[in-house]
């Protein structure tokens, strides 16, 4: 079955380090790809996405390459800042996307940015 | 795009007293809702979809429904709450041309 397997937590790092959050997934075909990001209180955002691989998802300074020979899309920063501080996870939704794909979620890495 | 609301932000309920928990979509029509509980510390589980008005599908058997009156309404309700149904709630959607999920901003709920 189709599943998301990120690092577990928490992960705590000092301000300006490089950030690295592995995930890998198992499903069959070519998925599409997602980092969401909860702040602590709130719901969960969008961060980036990959529809097909060696797609390079890219917002706010984070990347994540679709790696189709790894089955990975590992989320990376190259200079974190206290207010990265937040929950990370990792989803997909299966081959042939329709609306009434329902996504998969990893269990979340936490993330904490020491100043 | 598309806006979810979700309220109450938080909400203190007693054992046995009813839950209702409201999710409303603007910005699209006919899309997928889904319910989703965040324990402590702990992932997503997803507890209801709907694709339709009056359509449910639960994925995990438990204390609580859900119920779709209208095309952007979802609700989450119980007749009698249990302790382990503190959580946090996320409603989510899924319009008809839009790759990932957008969520609210979630109920903590707390039954004491």
């Known amino acids: 079955g189709n599943s998301v397997t990120q690092m577990e937590g928490p992960v705590t790092l000092s301000e300006e380090a490089f950030l690295t959050i592995n995930c890998t997934y198992t499903a069959t075909g070519y998925p599409s790809l997602f980092w969401y990001v909860q702040y602590p209180g709130e719901g969960l955002q969008l961060l980036l996405k990959?529809?097909?691989?060696?797609d390079k998802g890219s917002n706010k300074g984070f990347e994540a390459t679709y790696r189709k020979e790894t089955t990975s899309f590992h989320l990376e920063k190259g200079s974190v800042q206290v207010s990265d501080s937040a929950v990370y996870f990792c989803?997909?939704?299966?081959?042939?996307?329709?609306?009434?794909?329902?996504?998969?979620f990893g269990s979340g890495t936490r993330l904490s940015i020491r100043p | 795009s598309q806006t979810i609301h979700q309220w109450p932000a938080t909400l203190v309920q007693p054992v046995g007293s009813p839950l209702s928990l409201e999710c409303t979509v603007e910005g699209t029509s006919n899309p997928n809702l889904y319910w989703y509980r965040q324990a402590a510390g702990r992932g997503l589980q997803l507890l209801f979809y709907s694709v339709g008005i009056g359509q449910i599908s639960s994925e995990v058997p438990q204390n609580l429904s859900a119920s779709r009156p209208q095309d952007r309404q979802f609700i989450l309700s119980s007749k009698k709450l249990l302790l382990s149904d503190s959580g946090f709630y996320l409603c989510?959607?899924?319009?008809?041309?839009?790759?990932?999920?957008?969520f609210g901003s979630g109920t903590r709920l707390t039954v004491v």
């Open positions: 989510a959607c899924v319009g008809a041309h839009n790759y990932g999920y957008t």
């Open positions: 990959a529809t097909k691989a060696d």
């Open positions: 989803a997909l939704i299966p081959t042939g996307y329709s609306s009434a794909s329902k996504i998969i």
